[in-house]
């Protein structure tokens, strides 16, 4: 591995690491610095923030209908919390320092305990500076299981990450805040990988099926996918069931905190490799998660598979009894915002951005005292989103799902975040079914942190 390959992100051919964990076997989550080797053995490993010491932290396995009940134990030097994404849970459970709990200080604990109704892919990742705390290494995956799985020869959970580290010594680059990260398209990292290392390995065998639970946890990297060697079929977004499965022709796009889950066949002979590739930074298919096929007794050649059963509260939203709204994203670098309000003062551009805010929500920069929006318990909402900046956004509300509203009026599949494009209008509905104060950010972090977060509140 030479120091070019390094910086430019490629990946190799090891094998992977966060074996499952059942809910039922630990009570804690440990919050402590920890060591994990990001890079090629050739390199030291990297110092990383982890919990239970496992980068990522441990797959937690609970059943749709039963409950998470974790003791957050901060080891670390600083504040943190654990947000559970895109679970429908209790308010006061979502993690969220300064809106939903206080920080738990180094040394402290906080008991996080909540019901989980959905079944799917999900994730825990830290909500207290998350911009560095996530790139670190704060981040694990959550499985809600179906109380009838589909028919797969194995489920495999990928987390995608990028690292952003000195090429000398594989250490993160610092500051996690610098300007250009905060006021451009986010801290992009110069070394791709899965579930712990740059090498990615999962081994198969012919006419092998998948589920493979794909998640984004990378600070602002859209990952282009495509399948190699491999037929597939989207049966899950951000962790809500599609009605049918959808065969996978082409490219797969999973924006920052997005979820998929697939169902593949490999359709490779022993021998050969199947696997990931993404679309590099060069517009060339590289491989992110190599998968060899060995030899061995192959599973039978198996047709469409059958739907996921559906989730509870999928309602469609009434759009013609809805609250209209529309949020504006402003700021970054050439995009030329004027001013925004900050800490209750307004502000020019050059003020915000001595202050570390380069961004803002419909003239908002970083958190009000006040909601974006006060909405009635089960009201329908339809929310405009209009990107007037030059980046992309991965926008995630907290607490609910929502659909997009197609410019025929009709409804695309419920997701938790969304990517929303330079100058392409995006309207999202939702119906508010659940009390409480919801965050609404960007996940690109360093644009959450630097002044594109908002939240709403459902009484």
Request: aromatic residues 6%.
């Amino acid at each position: 591995m030479t120091r070019r390959a390094f910086c430019a992100g490629t990946v190799g051919t090891a094998g992977l690491a966060a074996l499952p964990l059942s809910a039922q076997e630990a009570a804690t989550l440990t919050a402590r610095v920890s060591t994990a080797q990001l890079a090629p053995v050739s390199y030291p490993a990297t110092a990383v923030w982890a919990y239970d010491g496992q980068l990522p932290g441990p797959v937690l396995r609970v059943p749709q209908g039963g409950r998470v009940t974790r003791q957050l134990v901060n080891a670390l030097p600083v504040p943190t919390s654990i947000h559970w994404h895109g679970i429908r849970i209790d308010n006061a459970m979502d993690g969220v320092a300064g809106l939903t709990q206080d920080p738990v200080p180094p040394g402290e604990t906080f008991d996080y305990d909540f019901a989980v109704p959905d079944a799917g892919t999900y994730w825990y990742h830290a909500h207290t500076n998350s911009m560095e705390q996530v790139a670190r290494g704060l981040a694990g995956a959550l499985i809600v299981e179906e109380a009838e799985p589909p028919e797969v020869d194995r489920d495999e959970v990928i987390l995608f990450d990028d690292w952003l580290l000195n090429p000398e010594d594989a250490q993160f680059m610092e500051p996690f805040n610098h300007p250009m990260s905060l006021s451009h398209a986010g801290r992009m990292g110069n070394l791709l990988g899965a579930n712990g290392t740059y090498d990615p390995v999962v081994a198969t065998r012919p006419k092998e099926r998948l589920r493979l639970r794909l998640i984004n946890g990378a600070n602002a990297r859209v990952f282009i996918l495509r399948l190699h060697e491999l037929t597939g079929w989207t049966v899950a977004l951000d962790g809500m069931p599609l009605p049918a499965p959808e065969a996978v022709e082409g490219e797969l796009t999973l924006a920052p905190a997005q979820r998929v889950d697939l169902i593949v066949d490999v359709v490779a002979e022993a021998g050969a490799e199947a696997g990931l590739l993404h679309l590099g930074d060069d517009d060339s298919w590289q491989v992110l998660v190599r998968m060899p096929v060995e030899s061995g007794a192959a599973s039978v050649v198996r047709g469409v598979p059958v739907p996921l059963p559906p989730n509870p509260r999928v309602e469609l939203p009434s759009l013609e009894t809805a609250r209209r709204l529309e949020m504006v994203m402003e700021g970054g670098a050439m995009a030329g915002m004027a001013s925004a309000r900050f800490e209750g003062k307004d502000m020019g551009f050059r003020e915000l951005a001595g202050r570390g805010q380069f961004w803002a929500l419909s003239g908002q920069s970083g958190m009000s005292d006040t909601p974006f929006a006060r909405l009635e318990r089960g009201e329908s909402v339809r929310l405009k989103l209009t990107n007037a900046t030059v980046f992309p956004h991965a926008m995630h509300l907290h607490g609910m799902h929502f659909r997009e509203v197609h410019p025929d009026g009709s409804f695309g599949p419920m997701r938790d975040t969304i990517l929303s494009l330079p100058d392409e209008p995006l309207e999202i509905a939702f119906v508010a079914d659940n009390p409480g104060k919801w965050l609404l950010h960007c996940h690109m972090l360093a644009h959450a942190a630097a002044g594109m977060i908002s939240w709403i509140e459902v009484a």
